[in-house]
């Protein structure tokens, strides 16, 4: 399972942002505070954030904070939409979903 600092480097990485742009990134639309530095520890693990920044982390890159931070629900049951990348098509986006409308029909 990955951690959350495996988590949160390969969000960053995935959008093709340094460390520095991503700092001014969450500066500019969560008047936050998060500085580089910040980031590399905690994405070498040498630290954690508190979880105001791991809620900025959660909605800027659009994930859960569950999956962020490896919280399984009770009943252990994982969202599709965690698994989805925001780099898919429109068409890929509605295969998905005709895939889901399908697999639940069966239940039926």
């Known amino acids: 399972m990955a951690t959350f600092a495996d988590k949160i480097k390969k969000l960053r990485n995935d959008k093709k942002l340094s460390m520095e742009q ?3 990134e969450f500066a500019k639309r ?11 520890r905690w994405e070498n693990g040498q630290s954690k954030p508190d ?22 629900p ?17 068409e890929e986006m509605e295969d998905i979903k005709r895939y889901i409308e399908f697999i639940k029909s069966q239940r039926k």
């Open 22 to 24: 991503l700092a001014v």
């Open 30 to 40: 969560y008047d936050s505070k998060i500085s580089k530095s910040s980031i590399s």
């Open 51 to 72: 979880i105001d920044d791991v809620s900025i982390y959660a909605d800027y890159f659009n994930v859960s904070l569950d999956w962020l931070l490896n919280i399984k």
């Open 74 to 90: 009770n009943n252990e049951i994982e969202t599709v939409a965690a698994h989805i990348d925001d780099d898919l098509t429109e």
